[in-house]
């Protein structure tokens, strides 16, 4: 059995080392800027979002636990609930590379569905990125649908192909 805790502040940081240079791989890859670039774009974001930590207003994060390993974070998830359309945005999912493999995020997203419905929410969201096949394949496997495509083009460059 999956369950979620609040962070705690000194968990932020321990996150943050999981967090920002990931998401300065994805700002790299995907928008085709260089990594250092990129990993100062990923910290202004994180600074921006996240000014509080995991006190920020209208920001919620949770450490994911393992049921038979009380003491043994697994994962993150990092959302904004959205009260008035009872929904939530997931803004990072996350099961630590070594926890992978087995099983743990989709039943990460199944615990997180149940935990949201307890609270009256009726809808999750999410943004993926498009290299991210095995994100992609958990959210497909636990009912997420593809409702758009983010794109992007550098101005000055021309956008035919031949």
Known sequence: MITFRPMFGGEFTRYLEYFVPDYAAEISTNYGVSASDALVMAQREIARDLPLGPETPGQLLFCIIKDNSPGTVIGYVWYCPDEERRSVFICDFCILPEQRGNGQGRRALVALEAMLHTHGYSEIKLRVAADNSRAQHVYKAGGF???????VKQIGQSGEQE
Do not use: E, L, P, S
Not at 145 to 151: H, L, P
């Open 145 to 151: 649908r593809v409702t758009g495509f983010n794109m």
